[in-house]
Each structure stands twice: as structure tokens, then as C-alpha cells.
């Protein structure tokens, strides 16, 4: 498995950006795909963003899709999150994950056996 710890969260004003950035330990995490997920106070863990093992392949949700963007660093074994026309909607808890079984980039959970504790992002109006 792979060891996760995210960093970044913070209060940002709306409108505002944040990067978060999920350091990996662990001899499998240039092989395997990372995600985003939020999880807003009584509400369901959501999918927000993924990137294959290379870098290459990204894919987000709808409601995100031109806002954020997820990029990975294989030297520095860290995947991030670009944040950016943060609205009060956004806020959550943002956890990145890590894939097993599959390199390639995926909004399902099923496919992440390794997940970190999170980030608070809060987003005031």
C-alpha cells in the first residue's frame, strides 16, 4: 500500500484559490493512479479529480471540470490540487487516494485501497 498525507487545506475567501498536495510514500505510487475526493459535513464522499500513472490522463467532475486541475510529480512522489474560482460550495474535506489494480485514471472508489486522513477546505462567501 501506499502511505498518504495531504496538506494545503485552509480558509480561502470565494472567488479565492487553494493548492493541496498529497505527499506518497511507498514503492508502488509512480505505478498507480491518484484521486481527489471531498466529503462535505453530512453529505457523501464525491469523486472530484484523478490522474493516471503518468500524468497524462486526467479526469474530473462536472463541478469541477474547468476550475481545478490535478497534476502528479513521480520524482517527488506527490500528486496535487489546483483550486481555483473557489466558491462556499467547495467546501469539504479533500482526501487524496491511490489506486490498486489499476494505473489508469478513475472517478470509482472501488479501485483505492490506500487514502490519506484529509484537508479542511473552507470557503467563506
Known amino acids: 500500500q501506499v502511505q498518504l498525507v495531504e496538506s494545503g487545506g485552509g480558509l480561502v475567501q470565494a472567488g479565492g484559490s487553494l493548492r493541496l498536495s498529497c505527499a506518497a510514500s511507498?514503492?508502488?505510487?509512480?505505478?498507480?493512479?491518484m484521486g481527489w475526493f471531498r466529503q462535505a459535513p453530512g453529505k457523501e464522499r464525491e469523486f472530484v479529480a484523478a490522474i493516471n500513472w503518468s500524468g497524462v490522463d486526467t479526469y474530473y467532475a462536472d463541478s469541477v471540470k474547468g476550475r481545478f486541475t490535478i497534476s502528479r510529480d513521480n520524482a517527488k512522489n506527490t500528486v496535487y490540487l489546483q483550486m481555483n474560482s473557489l466558491t462556499p460550495e467547495d467546501t469539504a474535506v479533500y482526501s487524496c487516494?491511490?489506486?490498486?489494480?489499476?494505473?489508469?485514471?478513475?472517478?470509482?472508489?472501488?479501485?483505492?485501497?490506500?487514502w490519506g486522513q484529509g484537508t479542511q477546505v473552507t470557503v467563506s462567501s
Open positions: 487516494a491511490a489506486t490498486s489494480g489499476t494505473s489508469g485514471a478513475t472517478s470509482s472508489p472501488r479501485w483505492y485501497n490506500s
Open positions: 511507498g514503492r508502488t505510487f509512480s505505478s498507480s493512479a
